[in-house]
């Protein structure tokens, strides 16, 4: 397994935007799906966004229009902008990738994963 890097996490109000990045090097240059998923205390894990190498994204419904995923390739880098933030934002943010993958469908099971950052929004 590789380990993802990600950095970008912190706390924000409510209407306030943050940018979370996520470093995969090694796979620079290759097909590449890159993702974020979010846990909050109580809750199942969740698919955030994803994107293919080949530009196909996928967003879960509760954030359409508020969040931004992309990636570059050349780097194996990709970064979720998330703007207009809600409580119900608040989560821990995982980022997720798999060489080739279907991350532009429904169904996305991604074998590499950072560690986690903490999202935290609140008054």
């Known amino acids: 397994q590789v380990q993802l890097v990600e950095s970008g996490g912190g706390s924000v109000q409510p209407g306030g935007s943050l940018k979370l990045s996520c470093a995969a090097s090694i796979f620079a240059h290759t097909t590449l799906c890159m993702g974020w998923f979010r846990q909050a205390p109580g809750k199942e894990r969740e698919r955030v966004a994803s994107v293919h190498s080949n530009g196909s994204t996928w967003y879960t419904p509760s954030v ?16 979720l902008r998330m703007n207009s933030l809600r409580p119900e934002d608040t989560a821990i943010y995982y980022c997720a990738a798999e060489q080739g993958g279907t991350c532009y469908t429904d169904s996305w099971h991604p074998p590499h994963w950072g560690q986690g950052t903490q999202v935290t929004v609140s008054s």
């Open 64 to 79: 359409l229009g508020r969040f931004f995923i992309n990636q570059d390739n050349t780097k194996g880098t990709a970064q």
